[in-house]
């Protein structure tokens, strides 16, 4: 059974950084494009990062370009992303997400691209 498990969230306050974890098991996971996507209450899901399946390639939303870093370690399955920085708007659930071979035909910043994802954690950041 594939899992992506999410960890690292938590309260922090503005300027602050947090470190966030998906742990992948149940399947190879080392091929797969792996993102990272976040829900504000009252708001719909929106992209944060991506990465290739070897981290060469990464892609981030503008709103967190230069604050926040993606990447990975195919030999512990797992995806990070290391958050500096923080603003009280960066407040909301994140989720990671796994596209598998074949890679699907969406863009990398469409949740609709992503076929396994993970159960969410919380970051709160204080003003």
């Known amino acids: 059974q594939v899992q992506l498990v999410e960890s690292g969230g938590g309260l922090v306050q503005a300027g602050g950084s947090l470190r966030l974890s998906c742990a992948a098991s149940?399947?190879?996971?080392?091929?797969?494009?792996m993102c990272w996507f976040r829900q504000a209450p009252g708001k719909e899901r929106e992209f944060v990062a991506a990465?290739?399946?070897?981290?060469?390639?990464?892609y981030y939303a503008d709103s967190v370009e230069g604050r926040f870093t993606i990447y990975r370690d195919n030999d512990k399955s797992t995806v990070y992303l290391q958050m500096n920085s923080l603003k009280p708007e960066d407040t909301a659930v994140y989720y990671c997400?796994?596209?598998?071979?074949?890679?699907?035909?969406?863009?990398?910043?469409?949740?609709?691209?992503?076929?396994?994802w993970g159960q969410g954690t919380q970051v709160t950041v204080s003003s």
């Open positions: 997400a796994a596209d598998p071979l074949p890679y699907n035909s969406g863009s990398y910043y469409s949740s609709s691209t992503y076929d396994y």
């Open positions: 149940g399947r190879t996971f080392s091929s797969d494009v």
């Open positions: 990465i290739g399946w070897n981290g060469g390639r990464t």
